[in-house]
């Protein structure tokens, strides 16, 4: 799968006229205000390319400039036509804006234009299958030491201890997703291709497995406080 190209998806007729439309909101033979077309992806909606480094203030103009241009304000005088395209279109722009300013979702909505399902998987991580089985040990003891005040703070003092090192792992995930998010823009700058190379597989492939670890460890964290809480509630 590739991401739309604008010259691409801009190839239909005009719901009023029934010319050709070379834009992606507007016919300019009646000037009547067009749906965006099927299947337009959110980087090319917002004209900046398949790109995970995006500057957090252009695309904030980008996004308001869009809002004033669709806002149904402006066609409470059009006719319904127009109107039920107006609210659409700022629809998609508030749904992609929401996407795209957020660095994960923004990488999980790439993986997704590229696999065509889910960016993450629900797999524990191989390689750390034997800190997770420790920790699920570590929990199962949590329930069991509701009327031991002492060892309730010694599961406590482990609990935290893992949460410090689950913590570290995320932290070296979100490194190397950036890594690979700088070396991907890199490959956009110097090919003008709209098909997937090889190399930009094998970095889609290294982002998918650290967003789904990513996903996984969140769960084991919020398990982890769980437990804390728990073992601070004295129950």
Known sequence: MKLSGTSEITKRACWKCGAPIASLDVCTECAALQPFPEGIDYFTLFG????????????????????????????????????????????LVNKAYRTLRDP?????????????????STEAPADLFDEILELQELLESVKESSGDSSRRGQLRDALTNEQARFEQIQDQGKQALERIATEWDGLQEISEKREWTEEQRRLLSGMKKIVSRRAYLDRVLNDIQTGIETLEKGS
């Open 104 to 120: 994960l979702q923004r990488t999980e909505y790439l993986i997704q234009q590229f696999d065509g399902g889910n960016a993450v």
């Open 48 to 91: 900046i390319g398949p790109r995970l480094k995006i500057d957090p203030a252009g695309l904030e103009a980008t996004f308001y400039a869009l809002s004033r241009k669709f806002h149904p304000d402006f066609y409470q005088k059009k006719s319904s036509e127009e109107q039920a395209i107006s609210l659409e279109n700022s629809a």
